[in-house]
């Protein structure tokens, strides 16, 4: 019993310092505190996009918020930058793969941004919005791009936006036409379904919404039935939950669930049922199965804003949001495994609306409503 | 002069944890200079990037935290000869309790809440444990299997919670709604994200090595863990022995989960502390369940990791290749074989 009384004394203080600094601190912010303090990087000449002339180099570091090779955002993210740098020397491009644990972002982004090795930062992702606002008060000397987010008025940031509830409606208006076809196996109980990683805002908020709006456009007694892997991997849980949805007389199926999605085209290959592809041309899934996609050009917007980048014309602090009118949001209507599985009609159908779409004559805005609660999320309001 | 059995057992613990570590780091700069372009640069920001700025090494030691109560959880364990293998889930359960509590219970001073939440977070894993200990001392359920699958199904259900009823809807990320500001714990190294419960990690650390070389309990756990039959001739009620670590288990791993909650996050992600149970089984391994020499181990472990996340963004090596070599570095320091190699140097 020798080190008792040191130790006891140990314990004590600890405990008191504990306990003196939760009494004496009083936190004022959010209870995920920001850091207060800036966080050193290496000054960097940042480009001045609003004053002319284009910079002469361009350090651009790639944030991955994930891992490659399982999303076609972040794909087309590091794709299109390597490729941007082949074509253009003034950019050079480092990848970073932070990961799927959204805990760690925010450090993993802030120590990225402070390494001083990067002028800008790009990535993609709607919680990274909230994320890139607190870096920036932290590392200030480095602009961010952010795709699949929207954040105004911070002239650190630029956030460009697919309009997803666009998206949406086109993919559900294409499920429910697949459905209420003459396609052996179609059946005339008027309930299209949906697998799906996790909730997140786009989901809920936009996507869901926008297939509901475009199924119940063909018929409104549509019902969208879905359903929630949890993940964004386990396609064996993938295909018991799409069995799940055939059996309640599900007789096209949508997926949105990463490398879930090859559990769905199992079960709709067994079960005889059709899947619509989403942001992807996914037609070589399984063919005869697989007979529509709805895609997003994330490369293009990729392309369009590091072009704008290189040539110093970023509106930095105005968001973009881009869709179908822009060319963003399409449908390969010429497709051979489009057009010879889905019946004549049923295309002309699609068709007459898709132009609708393009020519802007149907107008599907994403809601200002979402836009405001992203923004406000962002900001910390 | 001549060592005694004790010293030299204690000096082959060292000398081999020393040399395992050279033998690590020698592989791991083989490692880097096979896959990295830059190998310097590489071998540069592995293993000085955690030094580089206060940033850095503050994460580096706030990211110790919680695996000095894991390492602790699972070190009370293996010294008395009982299996945790559910720390995941105790550790996911302290947190979320934590969050739970402080929703509930929002308006307590600050100086009341944090310990109402530590408390609530070391309670449910503590409970969770000391089911298993409980079930093998009833009926002779394996505790390796039934810490394990409660933990598994545990998980599932936080995250349930986490993306169901507790879910914050003015967050964008996926999180749960968050505790008072008042019962986050103060930073220590600011902008770093270094909270005071490192003190309580470290003063958790010299509790236990107390508790278990100090006290008639930590006495009967050793003797318990060491050799049952021993322990039930030397009169000691070892039933009871299968029970107590797994509470006391439980309840550190759960506190390390409240921990994470009030110092660092403030609410709870989806899968906050996957692998943190895990890590905190190699945690107690390389320090041979020692409770104090937790704390150099987990340490050791946010240095690796630290490291390794400063060499990919610094340099040209990938996750895959920076996990690799870091396996590979733990392995080794893991491993019996340079002890066992000095203890027959030794003559013991």
Same mark, same amino acid.
């Given at each position: 019993m020798r080190l008792s009384k040191p130790i006891l004394v140990f314990l004590a203080a600890a405990i008191l310092l504990t306990s003196f600094g939760c009494a004496s601190s009083t936190p004022t912010s959010t209870p995920t505190p920001t850091p207060t303090a800036?966080?050193?990087?290496?000054?960097?000449?940042?480009?001045?996009?609003?004053?002319?002339?284009?910079?002469?180099?361009?350090?651009?570091?790639?944030?991955?918020?994930g891992?490659?090779?399982?999303?076609?955002?972040?794909? /087309?993210?590091?794709?299109?930058?390597?490729?941007? /740098?082949?074509?253009?020397?003034?950019l050079t491009v480092e990848i970073f793969e932070a990961g799927?644990?959204?805990?760690? &972002?925010?450090?993993?982004?802030?120590?990225?941004? /402070?390494?001083?090795?990067?002028?800008?930062?790009?990535?993609?992702?709607?919680a990274l919005g909230p994320l890139v606002v607190k870096v920036t008060q932290t590392v200030p000397n480095v602009k961010f791009l952010v795709n699949d987010s929207y954040v105004t008025g911070n002239k650190n940031i630029f956030t460009a936006f697919l309009n997803k509830y666009q998206q949406g409606y086109l993919y559900g208006y294409m499920m429910a036409?697949?459905?209420?076809?003459?396609?052996?196996?179609?059946?005339?109980?008027?309930?299209?379904?949906?697998?799906?990683?996790?909730?997140?805002?786009?989901?809920?908020?936009?996507?869901?919404?926008?297939?509901?709006?475009?199924?119940?456009?063909?018929?409104?007694?549509?019902?969208?039935?879905?359903?929630?892997?949890?993940? &964004?991997?386990?396609?064996?849980?993938?295909?018991?939950?799409?069995?799940?949805?055939?059996?309640?007389?599900?007789?096209?199926?949508?997926?949105?669930?990463?490398?879930g999605n090859a559990g769905v085209v199992s079960a709709a290959v067994k079960r005889n049922a059709y899947m619509i592809w989403f942001d992807t041309i996914g037609f070589d899934k399984a063919p005869g199965t697989v007979i529509g996609s709805v895609n997003s050009s994330n490369e293009d917007l990729v392309t369009l804003e590091l072009k704008n980048l290189l040539d110093g014309t970023v509106t930095w602090g105005g968001p973009l949001i881009v869709g179908a009118e822009q060319g963003y949001i399409s449908v390969p209507l010429l497709a051979p495994g489009y057009v010879n599985f889905v019946p004549a009609d049923a295309q002309k159908k699609f068709a007459e609306v898709y132009e609708k779409v393009v020519s802007g004559a149907l107008a599907l805005p994403v809601p200002q409503a979402i836009l405001d609660k992203l923004d406000n999320a962002a900001k910390g309001n | 002069m001549a060592l005694d059995s004790r010293a030299k057992s204690s000096l082959a613990s060292f000398l081999g944890i020393v040399l395992s570590i050279l033998a690590a780091f020698i592989i791991a700069i083989i490692?880097?200079? *096979?896959?990295?372009?830059?190998?310097?640069?590489?071998?540069?920001?592995?293993?000085?990037?955690?030094?580089?700025?206060?940033?850095?090494?503050?994460?580096m030691l706030e990211s110790a935290i919680p695996l000095l109560f894991t390492g602790l959880g699972m070190a009370v364990a293996f010294k008395s000869g009982v299996t945790n293998l559910g720390g995941e889930g105790q550790i996911f359960a302290g947190a979320i309790m934590a969050v739970i509590l402080g929703v509930l219970l929002p308006n307590l001073p600050g100086g009341v809440g944090i310990p109402t939440l530590l408390l609530g977070g070391a309670i449910v894993g503590s409970l969770m444990a000391g089911l298993s200990g409980f079930l093998r001392m009833a009926w002779g359920v394996s505790d390796l299997l039934t810490t394990y699958l409660i933990s598994t199904g545990m998980v599932y259900v936080i995250n349930y919670l986490i993306l169901g009823p507790l879910r914050d809807p003015a967050q964008i990320t996926i999180q749960s709604l968050s505790i008072p500001a008042a019962y986050m714990l103060p930073r220590l190294l600011p902008p770093s994200y270094l909270h005071a419960g490192l003190l309580l990690g470290l003063a958790a650390a010299v509790f236990i090595w107390f508790l278990i070389y100090r006290t008639h309990l930590g006495y009967e756990l050793?003797?318990?863990? *060491?050799?049952?039959?021993?322990?039930?001739?030397?009169?000691?009620?070892?039933?009871?022995?299968?029970?107590?670590?797994?509470?006391? *288990?439980?309840?550190?791993?759960g506190l390390g989960g409240a921990v994470q909650v009030v110092g660092r996050y403030g609410s709870c992600f989806t899968d906050l502390t996957a692998g943190l149970g895990w890590n905190g089984i190699a945690v107690a391994l390389i320090a041979r369940s020692n409770p104090l020499g937790v704390i150099p181990a987990a340490i050791f472990y946010a240095y690796l990791d630290a490291g390794a996340k400063s060499a990919m963004i610094n340099s040209d090596i990938t996750y895959e290749i920076a996990s690799i070599i870091s396996a590979v570095i733990f392995y080794l320091v893991t491993a019996e074989a340079a002890v066992a190699f000095i203890r027959r140097r030794l003559g013991k």
């Open positions: 800036t966080v050193s990087a290496t000054p960097s000449p940042s480009p001045t996009p609003t004053t002319p002339p284009p910079p002469t180099s361009i350090r651009l570091g790639v944030f991955i918020p891992r490659l090779g399982d999303s076609p955002p972040y794909d /087309a993210l590091a794709d299109g930058a390597q490729r941007a /740098a082949l074509r253009d020397k003034r799927f644990d959204q805990s760690k &972002w925010l450090e993993q982004l802030t120590s990225f941004a /402070a390494s001083g090795k990067f002028d800008v930062i790009y990535t993609s992702n709607e036409l697949v459905s209420t076809s003459t396609l052996p196996g179609a059946n005339p109980d008027k309930k299209i379904g949906l697998i799906y990683g996790q909730h997140y805002t786009m989901m809920d908020d936009l996507i869901i919404p926008g297939i509901e709006a475009g199924a119940k456009a063909v018929d409104p007694a549509f019902e969208l039935k879905t359903a929630m892997l949890g993940n &964004w991997f386990d396609a064996v849980k993938a295909e018991s939950l799409a069995n799940s949805l055939i059996d309640e007389g599900v007789d096209c199926l949508g997926a949105i669930a990463g490398s | 490692l880097i200079f *096979s896959f990295s372009k830059d190998p310097a640069k590489t071998l540069y920001w592995y293993f000085f990037g955690p030094f580089t700025n206060p940033f850095v090494f503050g994460n050793r003797v318990a863990g *060491s050799n049952r039959q021993f322990g039930r001739y030397g009169g000691i009620e070892v039933r009871q022995y299968l029970v107590v670590p797994m509470l006391i *288990s439980g309840a550190l791993i």
